[in-house]
């Protein structure tokens, strides 16, 4: 309950203006509903006894001033709570979404995104039902009940007394069915995103499931989910039949009461139990009921709303490790020289180090070779320069400034960044390669990002040019065209330092050499740190390191220096070549052309 007055005191009291005048409408719209109840009583009770026209002008006039206070407040109770409650919600999702967003890598890597989406939206929908109509029907309730209650013990106590037993029947049987009703809404809830998570998982990878031919598989995983939703749905609708059955039987049972006593006093002695008095119970056991049966609903919603507001804020509590130093240091003209000094890094949770003992030196303008076997550690590497995690030993420094010191608006303008999985958005092509600048790019200089992404061909063969809206995560390119779009989304804040994470993988060769020349070419004094797997791609760069399956640095030099002193690097380069000489590639480095051509006979 602390939790959700903390939600309640930290989302709503900034509305209070409107909540005030939405809470206060709450007894002056259940005050008329009662007034027409009571006003419509005492004319059946005057109707029988005498008729006077001057009376049922009156109580038209009377009946019409409540009827139309009563619209008004009821009107202004749901507009200022309901719509306070919906801003807040679109406050609460905003707020979630910049935390999401500037959580670190560390969180997202252990969070599914599923549970994610779920805080944004149930958790969130629950909080505002709960906090918003949740509290106006209980105020309600809080209002008409004991009205209503002291009316009627007023009117004739046995028969009020007597009419409160059906209602405690109800209480109880609600009270006993809500555990159950709770329990199965939850695995319905539960059980139903399991099935959009199947499906969701099947057809985004769809190219998987019909390469390994598994659409039976999946459809019978499909349908298993989808029946133990179905049974979930049975016991949910039994549960809630049960309950509905519980309630209108009460109801009904009431009624047998307030007909059966109140109706024979009517007949017996109509001197003391007039017509209207009869009607005053029906209709303020009608009022009454409703409430209750809405505090039972909102009852069964507490647990929900508490365990979502834990949920919510144990996000929102979350600090981020990798946020803005408090004392940035201006870096208002970058060169681009990156040093790593005595970096390590472990991934929380992994049991070895990713990297270790790295000492680097990338002089402003030169361009950097990363490789060594898969898992070396190659995309942690370049991952730690724009601070996606932090080393967690030594520093790695732009221009000589910690990266940790600088703002990281600023350490990350000056990066490009192209990572290893080329991700695009599904949205017009130009679009993606816009994303990457700082700015609004024109027409002009899209066309020379494409130009130097070697991508212009390609995209004016697209169906509608550069304006093809993109399949989602950009299913609808070759991989090699999604790899040197992400180049040019890189390209298109011109960056001093461009990180490429094995991005040529899927580009053959010649356009490799083409796009690497371009690339060096293009940004003056660019500092360009490339990883990749194939030695082609880095065996012009001033320096290349081999990591080693330890994270640490096994060799270092230019390429002809390492053919000569790294056992890794020439039989990789070796192996490359004769497989490039099979395919009938364009052979490179002299070194080993005869005896490529040689295997190749
Ligand atoms: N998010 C992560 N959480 C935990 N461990 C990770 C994470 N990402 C990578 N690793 C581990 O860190 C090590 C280095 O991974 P990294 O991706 O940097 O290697 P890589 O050299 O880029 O590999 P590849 O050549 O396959 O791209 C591996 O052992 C990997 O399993
Ligand atoms: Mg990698």
Known sequence: MALLLKFFRRYFWSH????????????????????????????????SSASDADYVGQVVLLLLVAAVGHSVFRFFQRWCIVVVSRRVEIELKQRLFDKLSTLDFAFHDQSRSGDVVSRLTSDVENLRMFLGPGLMYTAGAVVIVPISLVLLYRENPTLALTMILP???????MKLLSPRLHKHSLAVQESLAEVSHRAQENFGGIRIVKGYHREEEQALRFEHTSNENKENQIELG???????????????????????LGGLAAIQAPARFPVGDLFLFIDLTLKVFWPLIALGWIAGMYPRAVASAQRIEELLSRETQIADPTDARPLPTPTGALRFEGVGFTYAGASRAALAQIDLEVPAGSTLGVVGPTGSGKSTLLSLVGRLYDATEGEVRLDDIPVTDLDLDTLRGTLGYVPQDSFLFSEPYHENVRFGADRELSEAEVTTLLERAEMTDEVAEFPDGSDTLIG???VTLSGGQRQRTCIARALARDPRVLLLDD??????????KALLGEL???????TVVVAA?????????????VLCQAGSIEARGTHASLLGHSGWYRDT????????????EDLRGEDLRGEDLGARQ
Do not use: Y
């Not at 209602?167 to 049987?173: F, N």
């Open 520 to 526: 060096r070419s293009s940004g003056e004094g660019r």
């Open 16 to 47: 209070r203006a409107a909540l005030l005048v939405g809470f206060l409408c709450i007894p002056l719209a259940q005050g008329a509903d009662v007034w027409i109840t009571v006003l419509i009583a005492g004319a059946l009770n005057q109707a």
């Open 472 to 474: 989602e995560r950009g």
């Open 533 to 545: 797997h194939r030695l082609t791609t880095v065996s012009e760069a001033d320096e290349i390191v």
């Open 573 to 584: 380069w070796e192996q490359q070549q004769r497989v490039a000489a099979l395919r009938g």
């Open 167 to 173: 209602m405690l029947g109800m209480g109880l049987a």
């Open 503 to 512: 991005c040529l993988s899927a580009v053959d060769t010649e356009t490799e």
């Open 238 to 260: 039994k549960a809630r039949g049960l309950t509905h059955a519980a309630v209108h039987g009460a109801f009904d049972l009431t009624f047998l009461v307030i007909l059966l």
